[in-house]
């Protein structure tokens, strides 16, 4: 059964097959500024099985780890991020769990845990990366 996910006003609907198994969390500092957060919280898919409805407007993030631009795409009305496509995950989308219902499933990843900050613990269970 498919999921949907929304932006905070409703206009852009994220259309995947299914909910992934785990969901991957990003400590990058773009990421705590993007999201006005300690971290974001992701699913990745692969982008031919994502249907994306509603207007949006992409911004491409540059100074990435990666080197390469990373597209974060949001909606033009409400501004909520829905996903981004960074270049170490070509072919995916990496779509916000925050936009879905039921949120995301648990961590299986955490993401350049360098940037973590210090009042923020390991998921147990979840792999740890220094950077990417
Ligand atoms: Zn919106
Ligand atoms: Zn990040």
Redesign the pocket.
Known sequence: MTVTGT??????KITIPSMPAGSILCHCTHCQIAHGSAFSSNIVVSSDQVIVE?LTKTYIDTGTVSGQGNPRTF?Q????IVFSCPAPFKGNHIIKAGIFKDKAPCPVKEIMTCNRLSYIKPIVGAEQVEVM
């Open positions: 932006c905070l006003c409703g206009d852009v509603g909606c009305k409400c501004g909520t």
